[in-house]
Structure formats: C-alpha cells, structure tokens
C-alpha cells in the first residue's frame, strides 16, 4: 500500500483519481479548496484523509502540509482551471490571466515545496505535474492563450523540480491526461474520466528515477515539450 496525495479532488479527475485509488485499498490523502469540495471527496472516497486549501494560498496550503506527518509515496497536482473568456494573443483578460497562472503554474509549486519534506521520506517518491498537452510548445493553434502559456510554464517548473530533485532521487514527470469528459473538457471530449485516471496512476506506479523529467500522457506515451 502507497500513501497517495491528491491536490485539487473535489470534482474531475483528482475526485477520480481519490476514489479509484480509495476503493483498491491504497492510503489517500486529498484536497479541496471549499467545505463542499471536502464533503464531495468525503462522499466519493469515504476512507480517504482530506485537506482544504486553495492552491493560490500560501498560508492555507502550509497549514494542511503541518496536518501530514507520514511519508507520502505519490504526489499527484491536480487542481487547475481554464481561465478567464477573453485569453487570445489580440483580447486579453490580463487580470483574470494573472490569476490563471497563479493557480495553474505556481499554485502546483506552492503545494510541492510545503509537502516537500513528507515527500522526500518516502522510498520512491513521485511527483505528478498535471499539465496539459496544450502547454506543449511544439503544439499549432492559438485558442486560450492565457491556459496554454499556464500549462507551458508549469511544464518549466516540471523540468526545473526533476533536475533539483534527483540527486534527492525524486521523480518529477509532467503529465497530459488526455481530452477528458470533466466540466473543464466538456461533452465533446474523447476519454472517460475513469480511464484516463486508470491509466494516471499506472503511468504513476511505473515511475522509476529514469523517467524524471519526462512529460507524458495518461498512456505513457512521451509528449514534445
Ligand atoms: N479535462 C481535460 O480534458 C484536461 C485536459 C488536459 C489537462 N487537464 C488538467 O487536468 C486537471 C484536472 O482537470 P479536470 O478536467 O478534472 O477539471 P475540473 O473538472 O474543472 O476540476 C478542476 C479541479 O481543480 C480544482 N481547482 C481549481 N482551482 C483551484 C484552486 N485555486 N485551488 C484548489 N483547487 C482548485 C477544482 O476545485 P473546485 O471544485 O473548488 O473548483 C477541481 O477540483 C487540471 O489541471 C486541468 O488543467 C484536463
């Protein structure tokens, strides 16, 4: 059994991940940034041990890394948001911009440096960075700017954490889930939440120090930074 912490589980893919993982018996710690959050968690994963805070609050976010003592195998950052509507290159929102990149690029970095310490106690310790394939640099198009300049600066915290960490031996892997049917993907998307989590935590369980640094889909598979 593994001691996995979730950040950002009320709903999508981080309740997915909680429940699943809950359900086959592993040890779950999770977070959600409201009471409700919590309750939901609390509902879809009763045995799992929760934490409240909003990844864009330093204080909120150290007050519940004091609450975990033991050591914690598998992080998986999860919590992110789409932004604000006007994000193109010619309208931009900048404020609602501004706080896109503080929940989705340092919000993932304020929660692996309070939780770094449980962490680096674990035998095999795994950082998860839930990014977006949008984030890839290689990628064409030009919809939602601010989210995809979000994901792509995570992607550089990724590279930065795998490098610092891995003498540590840390592993630090950026991770596309695919398009998946959540209330961010939409009805359109391709993938069952369920199976794009299934495939999250066997890509996270198959993690050795070899891989740090690597960005991935919820398949394995390697993406162009
Ligand atoms: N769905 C896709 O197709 C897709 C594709 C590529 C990447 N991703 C990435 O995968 C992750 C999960 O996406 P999802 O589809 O599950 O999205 P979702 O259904 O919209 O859920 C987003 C989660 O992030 C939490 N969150 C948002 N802002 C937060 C904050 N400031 N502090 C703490 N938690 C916060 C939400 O909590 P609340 O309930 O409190 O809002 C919710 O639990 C995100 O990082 C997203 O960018 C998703």
């Known amino acids: 059994m593994s001691h996995w912490l979730i950040a950002g589980a009320s709903r999508g893919i981080g309740l997915e991940a909680a429940r699943q ?3 086959r018996g592993e040890r779950v710690t999770a977070s959600a940034r409201s ?5 939901a968690l609390k509902a879809a994963a009763p045995e799992a041990t929760t934490l409240q805070f909003d990844v864009r609050n330093e204080a909120e976010i150290e007050a519940a890394a004091a609450q975990v003592s033991d050591p914690v195998d598998a992080l998986i950052v999860n919590a992110g948001a789409y932004g604000p509507q006007r994000q193109s290159s010619t309208d931009m929102d900048f404020e609602g911009a501004l706080d896109l990149l503080s929940v989705n690029t340092l919000g993932p ?10 962490i680096k106690r674990s035998a095999r310790p795994r950082i998860v960075m839930m990014s977006s394939i949008l984030g890839s640099m290689s990628l064409e198009g030009t919809f939602n700017v601010a989210y995809r300049v979000s994901k792509a600066g995570l992607n550089k915290i990724a590279q930065c954490l795998a490098a610092d960490l891995k003498s540590e031996g840390v592993i630090v892997v950026a991770m596309h889930p695919g398009w998946v049917r959540t209330d961010m993907g939409g009805a359109d998307a391709t993938l069952d939440v369920r199976d794009s989590v299934a495939g999250i935590i066997r890509v996270a369980e198959s993690l050795t120090l070899a891989d740090t640094r690597r960005y991935l889909d919820y398949r394995g598979q390697d993406i162009p930074w």
């Open 21 to 23: 993982l809950s359900a």
């Open 109 to 118: 970095l304020r929660v692996v440096q309070a939780f770094l310490p449980v």
């Open 35 to 39: 009471a409700a959050g919590v309750a």
